[in-house]
């Protein structure tokens, strides 16, 4: 299957109210795993792929190692793969659009692009991070690879007061249009847990919302209820293969 067809194929599976679940996984072993258990497609995970490789996350595993990785992955399995690119490696649109032909040349017919400042302080403004998301979008047009740019929010990370988090619901909201505007195909709200929340932000997008499993959060049959699209594990396979072994390596 080409990899055009992989992406559009992988858009279609967000369905509101029958959300697509990604088990994100961080290296071809993994991805070959989620395969033979039945996946309809693969996601990394940024946070797992560098601690994988004994990097914090935060882009601090080199991108050149993270193409590779990814390149293995999408060599192994059949399945659309979804990488996690974080602030795509770059901070000007025309360093993003070089990075995003990059990631599609390694396989990927999906990213998560997100709008904090990688290594700096709070957000990216709504213009500049929808300039970024244009870029990428761009990029992609011209390798004939319909991609999947799931726009990540970190607004709701950011603020670790979940009672703050329904005042942030108005700028998430702008923030989707405008992104949606740009060329984005998902949103993405890593953070957000509140039931009546996450159902506002469902009703109030175009796009199709992505939600992160995460304690507290709602379970994967509540958010489907609430609109969601798209549930993501981020890093949490990763905490529960490692506490296995850790657990299956005392003697």
Known sequence: MSQARKALDFAKLHVPGQPLVLYNIWDAGGAKVMAKAGAKAVATGSWSVAAAQGY?????????FLLQIAGRIAETVELPLTVDFEGCYAEAPDEVAANVT??????????NFEDQIVGGEGLHSIDAQSARIAAARQAAEATG?????NARTDLFLKEKDAGKHESLVAE???R??????????????PGLTDPALI????????????CMMKEGAPS???MAALGVARISHGPGPYFTAMADLAKRAQV
């Open 172 to 174: 998430a909201t702008a």
């Open 102 to 111: 990059r990631v599609i040349e390694a396989g990927a017919i999906g990213i």
């Open 199 to 210: 159902r506002s932000v469902c009703e109030a997008v175009s796009l199709p919302v992505n």
């Open 145 to 149: 690879v319909p991609l999947f740019i």
């Open 220 to 222: 994967s049959d509540e």
């Open 176 to 189: 989707a249009a405008a992104y949606a505007e740009a060329g984005a195909s998902g949103f993405f709200v």
């Open 56 to 64: 914090p996350d935060g882009e601090k595993i080199p991108m050149a």
